[in-house]
């Protein structure tokens, strides 16, 4: 353990039992948070400082703390699973942890040790235990966050941080199953440029995303692809989710480019595909080539991945002058089969040869 001491100021307007039963029982995706969060100070002075457990509810900030003017801020996404026997885990959180600080480092905010990281969830479990839902396919989405908090108009990194953590019940992403979407082409906004933050877990990234993603919902689509910022030619992400195609000879394809999120459901699908035999390859991907592979019957299957759909199925894009493929496929042999293993093993279900998951609740 480490030298985090988290000084404990209990709920004590906390959901009765029965309360939180019923929304336990139908959280809908995060609707509802926990009783509890967990904080954590950083100042340029004084390091990383005052852990704290308290009450689920809303952060007091001066007007002028940076984040509200100038958008320094990072955050992860994660998920407590809850296994048969009781016990709680959640996946990778090493992976979250380093990619916290990649993006600290991109957005100039300070670098959170690896061990309070996984103390900040153990300690949020500690109290919100009962909170992590026990059927199948339901979780606790967890929600790291850091942002500047230094009341300061100038332009600098802020002097004074804070790092919170909170949480809230997930039922599953497809109410009737999973099911394809339909995902809009952005031609006209980018995501994310060269050089830019693209490849941090930056809220800022999202704000620029909210305009294709309200054409996509426009023209019918649930979901947004972009496209990179120099070319307008390659393959980079949906708003929240990477994308993967499958080739009829059994090999994938995800795009290669420094402006999109490494996401860790990705690495680890693809890492279970390649053990199966599958050949992967990490590569710039033009639209064109998923418009004459999806046509001339190369590309089989399309999905894109994320912590919280864990996997979705593609069935069309719709471009403003061209669709690939079509709106009612079925999802994918491949694309389901990886789906499966992978919450398998998150859930318990299947031997976690990879010592992918870490344990919360002990
Ligand atoms: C979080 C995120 C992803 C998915 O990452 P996971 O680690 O798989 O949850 C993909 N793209 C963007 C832009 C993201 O913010």
């Keep these: 353990m480490t030298g985090l001491d988290f000084h404990r100021h209990l709920n004590l307007q906390a959901k009765s039992p029965s309360e939180r039963d019923a929304i336990l029982a139908n959280p809908g995706f995060v609707d509802h948070f926990t009783d509890h969060m967990v904080d954590i100070c950083w100042s340029e002075t004084g390091g990383w400082h005052r852990p704290r457990i308290q009450a689920y509810g809303p952060i007091e900030l001066d007007p002028a703390a940076a984040v509200l003017h100038y958008g320094q801020e990072i955050f992860e996404g994660m998920k407590a699973f809850r296994h048969a026997d009781g016990s709680i885990w959640t996946f990778r959180p090493d992976a979250n942890a380093r990619r916290l600080n990649a993006s600290a480092v991109r957005m100039a905010l300070p670098e959170l040790p690896v ?13 919100d235990a009962e909170w992590v839902p026990s059927s199948p396919d339901m979780s606790l989405y967890i929600r790291p966050f850091m942002f500047a908090k230094e009341a300061f108009l100038g332009v600098r990194p802020a002097k004074k941080v804070a790092y919170y953590v909170i949480a809230g019940p997930a039922g ?8 394809p979407v339909s995902i809009w082409l952005s031609e006209h906004y980018s995501r994310a440029g060269k050089g830019g933050t693209g490849a941090a877990k930056t809220g800022g990234n999202y704000a ?8 996509a919902y426009a023209n019918g689509c649930q979901q947004v692809l972009f496209l ?15 994308v993967v195609l499958v080739y009829k000879d059994g090999s994938i394809v995800t795009p290669l480019s420094d402006s999109i999120l490494p996401g860790i459901t990705r690495d680890s699908i693809l890492q279970l595909a390649e053990e199966r035999g599958h050949t992967v390859t990490r590569r710039p991907v033009s639209i064109d080539e998923w418009r004459e592979g999806a046509a001339n019957g190369d590309i089989v299957e399309a999905f894109a991945c994320g912590t919280a759909a864990v996997v979705t199925p593609i069935g069309q894009v719709k471009a403003k002058d061209f669709t690939i493929g079509s709106a009612d496929a079925e999802p994918g042999e491949l694309t389901m089969s990886l789906r499966q293993e992978l919450t398998d093993i998150q ?7 990879h010592g992918w998951m870490y344990r919360l609740d002990a």
């Design 172 to 179: 599953s992403y497809f109410k009737g199953g999973v099911a």
């Design 208 to 215: 620029a995303s909210l305009v294709a993603q309200n054409e």
């Design 115 to 127: 061990e309070y990281f996984l103390d900040s969830l153990k300690a949020l479990i500690s109290v």
């Design 347 to 353: 859930y318990g279900r299947r031997e976690d040869t």
């Design 228 to 242: 990179d910022s120099v070319e307008g030619k390659y393959l980079e992400e949906l708003g929240g989710m990477n």
